[in-house]
Structures are given as C-alpha cells and as structure tokens.
C-alpha cells in the first residue's frame, strides 16, 4: 500500500498537520517500489510520500528525479536503510540511526535514481521532497538586512512596530517611556539621559505616550540580523534581532537590541525529535536568491511571522549617553515593564577582582569548569555576573584576574581569563570592534565583518547532509 500524504509535510514528523490523504492501495509488488519526486511535489518543489513496508519482506524503494536536482530527507521506522545511487553517484553522507529507526539528513542530490534498502524490520518509510538545491548564502540577503526598502518601511520594520509587538498594549509608547525612565532609577546604575530624552518627547509629542507615534521618533533601524547559527540553543532556531539606534542630537550614541526567537517548525524537527533546524536553515538560504521587490516581499513575510509577542525574548542596550559607554539587558518582569536581569555570560569583573567571597566563588567555580570555560561551553552562574556593566571611551576596560587559581590550572589553558571575558559584553563589543558592532550609518564593525562570513559558512555547511557542532559561546569566528 502507497499512502500519499499531503503535499510539503513529513508525515512522520507532523502527520496530524496533514489532512486530506489519499490513499492509494495496490498489491505488494514484486520489483523495487517507485517514486518519482516530480509527482509529490508542489509548486515549491515540496511535498512527501509516506510508504508502508512489510518488516518480514525487505524491499527497495527507487526514488526517480527525472532529471532535477532536488533537497531529500528520509525516515525510516523500524529499521535502518542504506541510501546509494543507482549509477554510482554521490548521495553525500550515510543515514543516521535515530530514535526508532534511521534519518537521512536533508541534502541536494542531483543523480537520475536512488535506491533506498531498508533492513529487514522496517515497517514504514517517508520521502520528502524539500525544494531545489540550496543557494550559497549570500551576506545581505541570508545574514543581515540593511535594504531601506525593507528597514526604512515602518510597516515591515521600526520603532514603533517592534514596540508594538513587545508590549502588552499593542502599541508600546507607555513601555517605552518607563524602560528609558527605568534607566535612571536602577540600583547598579542610575542614568538620567533616557529619562530626559522622554521628558523632551512629551513636551513635543504629548504627554501621553500611548497617543505617540513612534515612528516619527528620532530613531532609526540599522539592521535585521539572523542569529540562526545560535541554534539549537533553548530549543529554538536561533532568533531574528532587529537593531535600532537613536538619532538624536544629543542623546546619542544609544543602541538598542530586540532579541525575537526562531520557532521550529515541522521540518526543524528530526524524526528522533532533535531541533535541527535545517527546514529554517533553507529558508534563510533561499532568501539569497531574491532580489529587488521578492526580497522585499519575502523579507517582510518574514518579519510580519516572527516580530510577534510571544516570540520577544529580551532587548539589549549599548550606550554613552553619558561616559563610560554601559551594556545592559531588558527583560519582561510584568506588563508593560522590563528590567535588567544578570548580564548573559558576563563575569562582575570589577566586583570578582576584589578580594572576598565573590573572589572566592569565582575561582572555586572556574577551576572546576576550567575545560569548559576555555572551550567556551559553561553558562557564568547570575551570582557571577552584574546587571550592567562599564567601560571607559579611551582606555582599556578593567582585566579579569585569574591569580590564586593552582598553576597546573592557568598552565593548562593560558588563555582562560581572555575566553571568559570575551563571551561577555564588554570585551566582545570592544575586539575589534568600536563598542558598537552596526553603527548608525548601517555599517559594521571589523568583528562583526569576520564573524558574519563564520555565520555564512556555518549555515552553507547547515545543508551538506552532515550534523553540525553546536556554537559556542561568544564569536563563532576562531579566536586565536
Ligand atoms: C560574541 C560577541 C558579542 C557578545 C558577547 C555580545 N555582543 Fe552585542 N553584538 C554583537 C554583534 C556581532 C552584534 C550585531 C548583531 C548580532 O550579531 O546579533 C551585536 C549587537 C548588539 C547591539 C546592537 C548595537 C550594536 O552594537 O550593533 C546591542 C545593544 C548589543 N549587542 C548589546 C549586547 C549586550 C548587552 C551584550 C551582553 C549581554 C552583548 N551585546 C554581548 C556581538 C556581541
């Protein structure tokens, strides 16, 4: 029996998904089964089959091209199966075993026939068809979005749409005017400019900032930026973050971050259920074949699907809007309000640097995680970390001190005081980097440069067929 499933999903991934089937029954035939790809996909080059097979009777499915190179993935039930070209060709990497059965990682193949041959056991196969080969990732198109086509266009993205999407209210001028009031009233740091620049837009905007209009704000995108190479960190596919920066006169340099995350969807999904990510992955990639007015299009369905309230995770600031310049995170702690949590992977260094229990739990927690510190894979505990945190304009921020560790510890990783640091804000937004990684102009910082041409290779390497290696924290660049 052949079961059709419904055009673009995996039915073992997300059979409830799919509605409509047609079954198509007939009499176990004696030769290989056939399935020729053009005949389950849709107009997108998607679609899938899902094939009942006899566990006591192993029997070889041929899968046909006929001619065009196509994206394949494979699950099988029950069993294994080996995957080879009828001709010879290259089909890339092997199956890989998975939960209760085997998985071929998505690739591109382009031979006329491939011959699946599951092992005895195997009681169900799906094939799904997953779009043409996928474009090399190209910058502006697959990493990060500077196009004022789409970033001056309030509609697709600005002020006053992420701050919409961010609030409780739908609108987002009254979180707005509290986070900046918030900036002057926070213990660790109470800086008053934020609070002034509200105090000068109700004086020309009105005194109620849910009647502002944000867009007419002085502010201004300066990127959209894709952090799927993130993942699969929390379970998501990375996030979409949208970069706003102040224009104003004065109240300037002032930066801000919306940190949006990357749902899986059911083709980020392996059959063991392991967030891969990859249907996301493509997704991105074929953005690079867009140009003009697709691009814009295609961006803004992008961003009209992801900049949604439950997706917002937290917003990040970067800021001298009075010296030194000061990194700080806003997350949701109620309606309507957002406060600083511990900086994500930051050490206190001024604080850990004095001597005392602080000092002591610092260097008690480094030498046990010394590996996993120098490789850049241990989450910093918060009671290591401050809610803000400096660094002067011109001169070098404070170092972190390893003294007292064992020697045996710092002479096995000698460089364990520069990979702590450099996860964390400071030190990352000030290697070759000017404190800001995109300046208001929409152009990058040196680090930001090389790290996106590690980001394009990562996500290229996304749809090779082979597993890719969690990131680590920090640059995904090699460090020295
Ligand atoms: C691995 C290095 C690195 C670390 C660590 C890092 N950033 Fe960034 N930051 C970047 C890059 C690169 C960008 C550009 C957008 C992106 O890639 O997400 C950026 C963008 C920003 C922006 C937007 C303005 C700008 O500079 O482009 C803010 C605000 C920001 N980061 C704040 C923070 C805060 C707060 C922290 C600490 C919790 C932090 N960053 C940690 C590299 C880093």
Redesign the pocket.
Known sequence: MIRRACQGVLVALAASACSGEETEERDPPDGPVVVHLAEIVDEAGEGAVTIELDPEKPQSIEIHFDGASRVIELAVDGATAVLSGLAGEDVGPPVEPAANGAWLRPRAVSADVVVVEPAAGASRAVIAARGGPVPAARRERSLVWTEPSVLDDPASVGLGRVMAAISEDGHGGVLFDRWFRRFATTLHSERAAPAQLMDEIASTHGADPGQWDLDTLPFKV??V?N?LDLAPRNGACGEL?V?I?STHPIYAPL???FLFRQEPQADDVSPSGETHCLGTARRWSRLSSLDGEAFTVAAKAWLDRTLAHDSFLLA???ELTVSPWE???WSPVGPDELDNPA????VATPLVNEPGPLRDELLAFVEANAAGLDARTVGIPSQLRAQSARVPPSAPAERLSLEGLPASVLGAFPKLAERIE????PT??TTNANF???NVDRSFSP??DV?LDARAARLDSMHTGSPVAPPPF??LQPLD
């Open positions: 300066t990127g930026h952090r973050r970069s920066a930066h801000l971050l990040e600031s970067v990194w700080r995170q900086l994500f992977q930051t450099i996860v964390g804000c990352c937004h800001v990684q995109t680090f930001y790290e920090g640059p």
